[in-house]
């Protein structure tokens, strides 16, 4: 077995793919790469056996073959070469003793000034495969859409073990209609986009992605204008460009988030997004985790926002103009959760929904009717 290629080619291929590999359990065969050789080209493959990538690199020259390598190693001399070109070449050993590598594998450079390696190489029997969906089991959605909705929701995904099906975002298909949903139970944020051509996902079930195939999506999309995504029993299934990716989607039933969102909406302010940012960050140093409670109130034609920490004594405050005349508002919530929504848009101005403190705070895109945000009301 042997290949030629660009080295950045190969160090850029493992970069986009590494983070699947469970670099905690060092030694095991998932902290190896897979390494397939095929006419003209190479592909490379990380897995934790519930998400499975693949990229495909093309080779100047090659003779066939497949193994494994240790990941983090190969990462490491690969990036370390000074050289241009990368070789790579695999030799048998004649009699591995047991559970003693079987190839020898060999990287060197095309360069004088290159170093060459040699590294334990092994069989690739056992390693987790890539599955492949047909085409007519997958919708074309642009890299640039997803790229948008994932990062107006994936924010809102749940950090905690024990809430498994929050741990991901959901997919929902209706027509020609995509909608994202993530939510940890305390905050909340879903898109709606209408697609070129019908949302082919199982009518009635919750695809639920994790979170970890969603940081990977994140990485394998923007290397192509188009994304197809399909579901088959409980699968995920990406190809983009040269990347693909497979990955088991979560189990249960996620929340119908329309149930919450609030039917009216008494007090609704257009604000600029930079200076709410603004505002806000001066205030969440003084709040005090996990909760980085703050404090809103509307009076005046004026917003207040404070933040105290009972602690260290500490306390903050700060005021925004806000087109409101009607009556004393006040609402607590974490703060952190409406600057991550705040910081996912793009718009120049947002608005602010408010009922009372036990409801909901509600943002929302002027320029996006398909985009809303929920804060849940924390107790002052």
Do not use: W
Not at 210 to 230: F, N, P, S, Y
Not at 310 to 320: D, F, K, L
Request: proline share 5%.
């Amino acid at each position: 077995m042997k290949f030629q290629t660009h080295k950045d080619s190969i160090d850029k291929a493992v970069r986009r793919i590494d983070a699947i590999i469970p670099h905690r359990d060092m030694g095991t065969m998932l902290s190896n790469l897979l390494i397939a050789v095929e006419a003209k080209q190479v592909s490379i493959t990380a897995s934790d056996m519930e998400t499975t990538a693949r990229i495909t690199v093309p080779v100047e020259s090659s003779k066939p073959g497949e193994f494994i390598i240790p990941a983090k190693q190969f990462q490491e001399y690969v990036g370390s070469l000074v050289s241009k070109d990368l070789i790579v070449e695999v030799e048998s050993e004649e009699n591995p003793d047991e559970g003693a590598a079987a190839f020898r594998v060999n990287l060197r450079g095309t360069s004088e000034a290159s170093a060459a390696y040699v590294m334990p190489g092994n069989s690739a029997k056992h390693f987790p495969t890539l599955n492949r969906l047909s085409d007519n089991k997958l919708f074309a959605i642009s890299s640039a859409i997803l790229e948008e909705m994932i990062r107006k929701t994936q924010y809102a995904i749940s950090q905690e073990d024990n809430r498994y099906i929050y741990n991901g975002v959901c997919f929902q298909g209706n027509g020609d209609r995509l909608t994202l949903v993530g939510t940890d139970g305390r905050r909340l944020a879903a898109i709606t986009r209408k697609l070129s051509a019908p949302v082919n996902l199982p009518q009635g079930a919750d695809v639920v992605v994790h979170a970890k195939a969603i940081r990977e999506m994140q990485k394998l999309i923007d290397v192509a204008d188009e994304v197809l995504i399909g579901v088959e029993q409980r699968d995920l299934f990406v190809r983009v460009g040269d990347a693909q990716l497979s990955s088991r989607l979560l189990e249960g039933k996620f929340p119908d988030y329309k149930r919450v969102l609030p039917q009216d909406i008494a007090v609704q302010l257009d604000l600029s997004r930079d200076k709410l940012i603004e505002a806000l960050q001066q205030i969440r140093p003084v709040t005090e985790p996990p909760s980085h409670q703050c404090r809103v109130v509307l009076e005046g034609k004026k917003m207040h926002i404070t933040g105290q920490s009972s602690g260290q004594g500490s306390r903050a405050e700060v005021a925004i103009d806000a087109d409101y005349s009607g009556e004393r508002l006040e609402i607590g919530f974490n703060i952190t959760y409406l600057i991550d929504i705040l910081k996912a848009l793009t718009c120049p101005r947002v608005r602010i929904g408010m009922n009372d403190a036990n409801k909901p705070l509600v943002v929302q895109d002027i320029d996006d009717p398909d985009f809303i945000a929920l804060v849940m009301p924390m107790k002052i």
